[in-house]
């Protein structure tokens, strides 16, 4: 079975790795020459996640035992545990493990490589690849995989549309690497800081988090309505956080960002004949606090199963179908809660009003959850116990 995956990201990486490892030929693009390079992703899971997927040592940047939300007033409301509740990746080097792993297992790996797609039927796909220095060729495989995240630049290619009942939100974010010292770091340490109201940034939120070496993930995004899809630019919300944090001094190490976007009931499709998208091209990513890496990855590892079970047993037409029915049972009711409440909170998050819901919401959380409660309700999505302080945001 020959595969050819576009987008060496967490899910195009982790899906090339699985299926080289039970004996696919498997080819994997990426637009980037270097894995280090637009390392953008806050990359903050749970420690459960990390055990689960195999993560090495090697690629935590830090860990955390507490939450903090600095509210639109700029009150700051703190959670804490004795415990780790979780990490923050160095994205550059999960991305570059990822990449050595899959040159290990057998994978081609080409770096600096655009993809085109010039015909694709039930049984095969053809893409033109262009390097960087020029040089073109063209690849017929029998599965072609789009794991160019929210770009999803393989479906569209193939006019794969958004279903216009469950539209994706969509949005775009920013975030700077600075090198702080001991002293500008320890606010920020041991916690990942997120903060929420229009005075910090409308239709969006921010965050800090930590990394080694007192260097420190600052970051904004916005997610705004449809009539509002034309953002101005982040660069002014996300000084004045940095401003508002007393970071202005500090070393600016790297300037990354990019778009954002999922569905919330994951009902749009998921490919078009030996088309299939893994990962965000797939609608993983949870926008109510921007995750995304360990459902990609998760994600990965479902598709993988599948093209080898049914590649195995010669039923590879059934796959596509197959595809959404997983997902489809795999959906839950938790999910799309949480996708609700990130269309009316991001989307609603632009005057005085949402302003004040908010700050009731985070004073409710801040009186009665706990650190490992407020975890099970960021991570995995357990609202029952706040439905009724939720419930402004669902109607």
């Not at 910090?200 to 449809?226: A, N, T």
């Not at 059934?318 to 997902?327: E, G, N, S, V």
């Amino acid at each position: 079975m020959s595969v050819l995956i576009v987008g060496a990201g967490p899910s195009g990486a982790r899906l090339a790795i699985q299926l080289a490892r039970r004996g696919a030929e498997v080819t994997l693009v990426d637009r980037l020459m270097d894995p280090d390079r637009n390392a953008y992703s806050s990359a903050a899971l749970p420690l459960e996640a990390v055990l689960r997927l195999g993560l090495p040592d090697e690629i935590i940047a830090a860990t955390w035992q507490g939450w903090q939300l600095h509210d639109p007033s700029g009150l700051v409301h703190q959670w804490w545990s004795d415990d780790d509740l979780g990490v923050v990746l160095d994205f550059g080097r999960l991305r570059s493990f990822l990449w050595s792993e899959a040159r290990r297992h057998g994978v081609e790996l080409i770096p600096g490589c655009r993809a085109v797609l010039k015909s694709l039927s039930a049984e095969n796909a053809t893409v033109q690849l262009q390097t960087r220095d020029g040089v073109e060729s063209l690849l017929s495989v029998r599965w072609l995989i789009d794991a160019t995240g929210a770009r999803r630049d393989l479906l569209q290619q193939a006019g794969v549309k958004p279903n216009p009942a469950d539209p994706l939100l969509q949005g775009i974010g920013v975030e700077w690497l600075l090198q702080a010292d001991d002293r500008h770091a320890a606010s920020w340490r041991d916690r990942i800081s997120f903060f929420l109201g229009t005075p910090w940034i409308s239709h969006g939120y921010g965050w800090i988090f930590p990394m080694q070496g007192q260097r420190l993930k600052v970051g904004v995004c916005q997610l705004p309505p449809p009539h509002r899809q034309t953002p101005g630019s982040l660069a002014q919300p996300l000084q004045r956080l940095i401003h508002r944090c007393g970071l202005s001094d500090c070393l600016v190490l790297d300037r990354h960002g990019g778009p954002v976007s999922s569905s919330i009931s994951r009902s749009e499709a998921l490919g078009v004949d030996a088309l299939l998208a893994v990962g965000d091209a797939a609608s993983t990513a949870n926008l109510l606090g921007g995750e995304g890496i360990r459902h990609a990855m998760d994600n990965a590892d479902q598709l993988a199963d599948l093209l080898i079970a049914d590649g195995m047993s010669g039923d590879s037409a059934t796959i596509p179908h197959r595809y959404r029915q997983l997902l489809d049972a795999q959906r839950s009711w938790r999910w799309s809660v949480s996708g609700r409440l990130a269309r009316r909170t991001w989307w609603g998050l632009n005057n005085c009003r949402a302003d004040q819901r908010l700050e009731r919401l985070i004073n409710g959380l801040s009186s009665t959850a706990k650190a490992s409660a407020l975890s099970e309700l960021l991570f995995e999505y357990r609202f029952e116990r706040y439905g009724l302080r939720l419930l402004p945001y669902l109607l």
